[in-house]
């Protein structure tokens, strides 16, 4: 991904490799050809097209829905990878969605850290304590802090709350008697 998406290190790499396979007479050439090609790495990665903030938000609604049903069943460790998705996909949106029209001129990217971020480590010690109740608060919480992004964005009609039925049913949430 990385040598797809360009940057830095990947055109640092490129030439190195260029400049080190060559004669030192050819040298000239071997870094014009490494910059040719740190070009071209950059030009294929921004044919990449970006996620669609829609899409990134059903991964969330996903994460949060199995983050309920496992913190339910008492499976801290599968609760505790599912918040750990759930800021990966957060750090996603605000990498590759931080400018969104929604909230300018906020941006997402400032916008989405500050509001969720305690809330996620609010669950992640609630999850460390393996505390039922104080997983269902902070979890609560971090809904709640869903429906404040919701609401700064102007899509306030788009209210996070406990699921009732698991939004898929094909994970196990109860814990594997053998676990931790």
Not at 28 to 54: C, F, S, T, W
Not at 68 to 92: D, I, P, Q
Not at 133 to 140: E, I, L, M, N, P
Request: hydrophobic share 45%; with cysteine; charged share 20%.
């Amino acid at each position: 991904m990385l040598a797809i998406a360009g940057g830095a290190a990947t055109g640092f790499a490129i030439e190195l490799v260029v400049v080190l396979s060559v004669p030192p007479a050819r040298a000239a050439d071997a870094a014009a050809d490494a910059a040719a090609l740190r070009a071209k790495v950059a030009e294929l990665g921004q044919r990449i097209p970006q996620p669609e903030l829609g899409q990134q938000m059903l991964e969330l609604q996903i994460r949060h829905d199995r983050l309920w049903w496992a913190g339910k069943a008492g499976n801290w460790n599968l609760a505790y990878y599912m918040v750990s998705e759930l800021g990966e996909t957060l750090r996603g949106i605000e990498q590759t969605n931080g400018d969104a029209p929604e909230l300018q001129a906020d941006k997402l990217s400032e916008v989405m850290p500050a509001i969720m971020d305690p809330a996620i480590r609010n669950v992640q010690a609630a999850l460390a304590k393996k505390d039922a109740a104080a997983f269902a608060t902070a979890y609560d919480g971090l809904s709640a802090s869903c429906n404040a992004c919701h609401a700064k964005a102007g899509v306030g009609f788009l209210h996070i709350q406990r699921p009732k039925t698991p939004l898929l049913d094909n994970l196990r949430y109860v814990p594997d008697s053998s676990a931790p």
